[in-house]
């Protein structure tokens, strides 16, 4: 049986490809990084070449547009050792258990928002430690395509979202773990400065720290730029937390 460690792709920050525990040398051609990129979140199906030099060179492909993709998929079926169909269809096996790193912050953070569910708090927050790390790095530095912008936007909101489970689960399981959940909420009111859940959590950490009169200036400095840039008042449930914090219930 083979014990070899299974494939993994990064494409988010340096971009690097590990097959049996190896980095793979002998990608050619700038190209190869979205290239591969592509094909391995689109699979498992199968992708029209047309697709794939529009994909790559978008609205001004090269004139030898057809040719260059030949060589560039030649390239990575003789360096990963992967079956890989060129014909009018394009598709790469891609080894089961590959692990790609896009893909594993978007399963991670669903894994850290359903253990939030179930009260797993622990779980909740091993899990959105991952997917804040992956997507703390840019998807395909240097490379602009508009599926790749689509991703990054996607892996954006993935961050928000793993940021605000991690300093959930940081602030539930407290003690040692609030200066962490201070950090997140620090960083998370700063990504999404009008997200009310990411106040309502600030406030409640700067509570559990101690820093009740803090909180309370948070909620109305957030009351006013509402107020000042939107036209609008916190929700509810946001006034509802200003409204335990002073009564101290």
């Known amino acids: 049986m083979d014990q070899s460690p299974s494939p993994r792709i990064q494409l988010c920050g340096r971009f690097a490809v590990e097959v049996g525990g190896r980095p793979v040398e002998g ?15 689109h699979r498992p199906r199968p992708v029209q070449r047309s ?16 040719s260059a993709l030949s060589a560039l998929l030649s390239n990575l079926r003789h360096v990963l050792g992967w079956e890989l169909s060129a014909r009018s269809e394009v598709r790469l096996r ?25 009260g797993d708090m622990t779980t909740a927050y091993a ?9 703390r790095r840019t998807f395909l530095p240097g490379f602009d395509a508009p599926w790749i912008e689509r991703w990054r936007r996607l892996l954006a909101d993935v961050r928000l979202r793993a940021v605000e489970a991690f300093a959930t689960a940081a602030l539930a399981i407290g003690g040692s773990e609030l200066a962490g959940a201070d950090r997140a909420t620090r960083e998370l009111v700063e990504l999404a400065p009008y997200r009310e859940s990411a106040q ?12 009740t009169a803090e909180a309370l200036l948070g909620y109305e400095a957030f009351r006013h730029r509402l107020r000042d ?5 916190p929700g509810t449930r946001l006034q509802a937390a200003h409204r335990e914090l002073l009564t101290g219930s």
């Open 127 to 135: 899990t959105a430690l991952i997917a804040n790390y992956i997507t």
């Open 27 to 41: 990608l050619r051609g700038r190209q190869c990084r979205p290239l591969l990129g592509y094909l391995v979140l």
């Open 200 to 211: 309502e959590l600030r406030m409640r950490v700067l509570s559990a720290l101690g820093n």
């Open 229 to 233: 840039d939107l036209g609008v008042d």
């Open 94 to 118: 891609v080894p089961d258990g590959t692990f790609v790193d896009a893909e594993a912050a978007v399963e991670n953070v669903h894994s850290a928002e359903a253990a939030l569910h179930t």
């Open 51 to 66: 697709e794939l030099v529009d994909a790559l060179w978008g609205e001004q492909p090269p004139p030898a547009a057809d």
